[in-house]
């Protein structure tokens, strides 16, 4: 199925499984990690997952004059960042965000589930948006660790390109876990935005929640369980 997906999706970064990914995902995975424990390992993924997406961005050529007097081949960014936030999981990815990109901007993107359909359909409701006001200048990094039915990074991506005027190419969207629906809902609809993820699980249950997923990762992070 991975393999599969990444095929039909060009645009969709599983990061490499390396054996420290696969012990950060048990780890966090694991239903009786305690919640630090949890934050802890959440947050060294999560940085990896930023660290990935910053690959994503081009670079142009600079050279630099080193201590030894031997120049230096190297490069420089060429393009405006920022983040936005889906709330509330989504701002847990804020921090990495901040540690590797100093003073970075972040906005936020509120949107809420209709509770009363949500073991029918993916419905989403916009509620409340603030961004940087030159967004539509900048590359995008939307965060979301979660994407289970794609409902609400399909709603934010949309707020991002209809609202804001963000280029569809310009938006790179950073999550933890992902799903073959929510990726087939999102990517199909969004062909020029990046994916960056660190797990493609096995699908949804009845409730919307991924299989085998974490949980609610909101309420693990957060401690609101
Ligand atoms: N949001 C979560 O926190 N967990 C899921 O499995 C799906 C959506």
Redesign the pocket.
């Known amino acids: 199925m991975t393999e599969a997906l990444l095929k039909q999706f060009p645009q969709l970064r599983l990061i490499p499984q390396s054996n420290q990914v696969r012990f950060l995902h048990t780890r966090i995975r694991d239903a009786t990690s305690s919640r630090e424990d949890y934050v802890f390992f959440a947050d060294r993924l999560i940085r990896l997952i930023v660290e990935e997406g910053l690959n994503c961005i081009p670079v142009a050529d600079l050279e630099v004059n080193t201590p030894t007097q031997v120049p230096y081949n190297g490069v420089k960014s060429v393009h405006g960042i920022c983040g936005v936030s889906i709330m509330r999981?989504g701002e847990s990815m804020e921090q990495a965000l901040r540690e590797t990109c100093r003073g970075v901007r972040i906005g936020k993107i509120l949107i809420q589930r209709d509770e009363t359909t949500a073991d029918k359909a993916p419905d989403t409701r916009f509620s409340y948006s603030k961004v940087p006001l030159d967004i539509h200048e900048r590359i995008v990094f939307l965060m979301d660790p979660?994407l289970?039915t794609g409902g609400s990074a399909a709603k934010a991506a949309e707020i991002l390109i209809d609202k804001y005027k963000v280029k569809e190419e310009n938006i790179i969207f950073l999550n933890v876990v992902s799903c073959p629906e929510g990726l087939t809902n999102f990517s199909s609809r969004f062909p020029k935005i990046l994916v960056v993820t660190s797990a493609i699980d096995d699908g949804l249950n009845e409730h919307?929640?991924?299989l085998p997923?974490l949980?609610?990762?909101?309420d693990r992070y957060f401690g609101t369980t």
């Not at 949980?215 to 909101?218: A, T, V």
């Open positions: 999981a979660m289970a919307k929640y991924i997923g949980g609610d990762f909101g």
